[in-house]
């Protein structure tokens, strides 16, 4: 059975034009790009041709990429350069809803004795401009905010943010993650100092990110070894994976509006159909302004793993925002950050479509989805009838 | 992806006994929307005390529903006496195991059957019902539960506790209290061994055996039982059979046999001899 995979919010296939521009690298060029000889010298070309190749597609300056393992490393490497660079600025601020690379990081900032501010969220995963203004102060290294949301697909203001930041001279991080591929991004335009992505999101291999850091940005590297990257990223590139990279990365660049009309067609129809279908659902995240692909759906009275593993029994593979798939006990923090009531939160299911997920896909959804739900909320103890005796206070 | 056995898989995909029962006499509700799991549980316990039907409504994740229906299907048929020895690392091993993060599922089928129980008995529950401080916030869980699951699982980190209970699974601002309970039930259980520990390992003397029963019976037992207005003499010592005698309210108490089981004997097997049985004489 082909599972009907719709969780590329988590990871996504890789595509065969990427495979095909990668197995060179796993093959007859071998060499190192840093070597002297031609050997790794035609390595090292094409290594900078993937540079350039991904500088125009971002709008910018080859030098101003660094690749690196994956967005986390990405993220981790700005924050932390931020706050190294600026030793007299101990306040960071994010946002409560970011992906654990930089909340995790922010939390262990905390106790290193740095001050992180995090700024809520509305009930559609929506940030307040006003409040990020009065939270940056004197002594803020850096506002590190993520372009689109991993779970609900809300799209943050970024270029607002960036220019808010710049007027005030604080320095801007975004974690454009889930974002690139999706959104038009143009570094020429969008005024951050700094930008992470990862590969494996948008059909390129895992293992391969970059961080864009902005000429002029104080900088401090956080590997630290020989002098690859311009002595900015030590280790010796992953160089199949940065030329899938770039492969990846044209193809949706230059497919994106297209590609965005049918997913978000297809995101659309799965949505509605299940609301059609499913009495007591609701949809998290903003409407006006969402990623295309995504579509994160809550279930009232049911919990999200049992959902998820009865999907699976279909060869539906989705991804929870409830706690027991992640291996912590409580709803996504997103959910809870954006007031999702319990009812609702523990039983979300998010769909994440890509530029493979087919009709036919949505369909076998739409089939699946009442049957599962029923299925479950005949066997809670909670309905319209039997509503829980107890309000939720957390 | 949790890794479940078939049997997990099986009773998530077909739960057995699902649904209310409209003539159940004992129903047992635990759990909460906000804590992500709740389970409640109908019995329908005849005249004699056996449970004819079990059946189960659950929130939860999968193991939440397999635990559920094997805690009905090892139900049916067992007297209440029987039942009340189920346990939740009965219904895991049945279930051939769960992952250690979601052994509060099977703490929680306990706790149903034991509230469903009681008042169906009309006693009160055991130490689930809130007893002592409220510890986790995040998922409301008692003092008294993180008690109880150390003891009945012998869980030796803060980690476990979460594991069993899911008290610290939240926001974690609970953890350090967890940690000072956590101490608190080691120190006892490192007390009680190293007074089990006093008798040597090839078994103690006739001689040695009396003196050190009547020292704990003098020090520690019969204080205990005079302060309700009881008492106990020392009657006779047959091998590893220890005989004595109620005295004051002990005597004809309803419910001497507790008394006699749950803290004579038990603090004799701590602290003298793991095997030994006490006995009234004459009975």
């Known amino acids: 059975m082909n599972p009907v995979y719709l969780d590329n919010n988590a990871t996504t296939m890789v595509a065969p034009e990427v495979l095909e521009e990668m197995l060179p690298f796993f093959g007859e060029l071998y060499g190192n790009p840093s070597s002297m000889h031609t050997f790794g010298g035609e390595v090292g070309h094409r290594l900078k041709k993937a540079r350039a190749d991904v500088a125009e597609i971002l709008g910018c300056a080859p030098e101003e990429i660094i690749f690196t393992s994956c967005g986390s490393e990405s993220d981790n490497t700005a924050i932390r350069s931020a706050l190294a660079a600026q030793p007299d600025k101990r306040h960071l601020i994010t946002t409560r809803v970011e992906h654990p690379a930089v909340l995790s990081l922010a939390k262990h900032l905390e106790e290193k004795g740095y001050e992180v501010t995090y700024l809520g969220v509305d009930e559609k995963g929506r940030l307040d401009m006003g409040e990020l203004s009065r939270a940056i102060r004197k002594d803020t290294a850096l506002v590190s905010v993520m372009y689109a949301n991993n779970e609900t697909g809300t799209i943050f203001p970024v270029p607002e943010i960036a220019a808010l930041c710049k007027e005030r001279g604080v320095l801007v991080h975004t974690d454009a993650v889930q974002a690139v591929g999706k959104v038009e991004i143009d570094l020429a335009k969008l005024p951050v100092d700094m930008l992470a992505l990862s590969g494996h999101k948008l059909h390129a291999q895992k293992g391969v990110g970059l961080l864009y850091v902005r000429k002029g940005t104080p900088y401090r590297p956080f590997l630290i070894g020989g002098h690859q990257e311009h002595g900015r990223r030590a280790g010796t590139e992953n160089t199949a994976g940065i030329i899938g990279l770039a492969k990846a990365m044209r193809l949706a660049h230059d497919n994106m509006a297209e590609e965005n009309t049918r997913v978000k067609a297809l995101r659309d129809r799965l949505e509605q159909g299940i609301l059609a279908s499913v009495p007591d659902t609701i949809v998290n995240g903003d409407p006006d302004n969402r990623l295309p692909n995504t579509a994160s759906i809550a279930f009232k009275y049911v919990e999200g793993e049992a959902i998820l593993l009865m999907l699976d029994q279909y060869g539906i593979c989705a991804s929870s925002g409830s706690a027991c798939t992640s291996g912590s006990l409580e709803p996504s923090h997103v959910l809870r950050a954006m007031g999702v009531p319990f009812t609702f939160a523990h039983g979300s299911i998010r769909f994440s479509l890509s530029r493979y997920t087919t009709d036919k896909d949505v369909d076998l959804v739409l089939e699946v989805m009442p049957k599962v739900i029923d299925t479950l909320r005949r066997m809670s103890p909670f309905n319209e009838k039997t509503p829980p005796k107890q309000a939720c206070t957390c | ?283």
């Open chain 2, 1 to 283: 992806m949790w890794e479940y056995t078939d049997k997990v898989r099986d009773h998530f995909l077909n739960p057995r006994n699902v649904g209310s029962l409209d003539d159940a006499n004992a129903v047992g509700e635990v759990g909460s929307l906000a804590c992500g799991d709740a389970l409640k549980l109908y019995l329908k316990i005849s005249d004699a005390g056996v449970i004819e039907d079990a059946r189960f409504q659950t929130f939860g994740c999968a193991s939440a529903i397999a635990s559920s229906s094997v805690l009905t299907e090892l139900l049916k048929g067992k007297t209440i006496e029987e039942a009340k020895k189920l346990t939740n690392k009965d219904i895991a091993d049945y279930l051939g195991g769960l992952p250690k993060e979601k052994m509060h599922c099977s703490v929680m089928g306990q706790e149903a059957l034991e509230a469903a129980l009681a008042g169906y008995l009309g006693e009160k529950a055991p130490e689930h019902e809130p007893e002592g401080e409220l510890v986790c916030k995040c998922f409301g869980v008692y003092e008294g539960q993180i008690r109880r699951a150390i003891r009945e699982n012998a869980l030796t980190s803060v980690e476990e506790i979460t594991d069993f209970t899911k008290a610290g699974g939240g926001c974690g601002d609970c953890q350090e209290r967890l940690q000072a309970i956590l101490d608190e039930e080691r120190g006892r259980q490192a007390d009680a061994t190293a007074g089990a520990a006093k008798a040597p390992a090839k078994g103690l003397t006739n001689l040695e055996r009396v003196k050190r029963v009547t020292e704990v019976m003098d020090e520690e037992i019969r204080p205990n039982l005079k302060k309700d207005g009881g008492d106990i003499e020392l009657v006779d010592i047959e091998g590893k059979t220890v005989l004595v005698a109620l005295r004051g309210a002990c005597k004809g108490c309803p419910v001497s046999n507790v008394t006699l089981t749950e803290f004579v004997q038990k603090r004799l097997r701590e602290l003298v001899e793991p095997d030994i049985t006490v006995k009234e004489a004459g009975k």
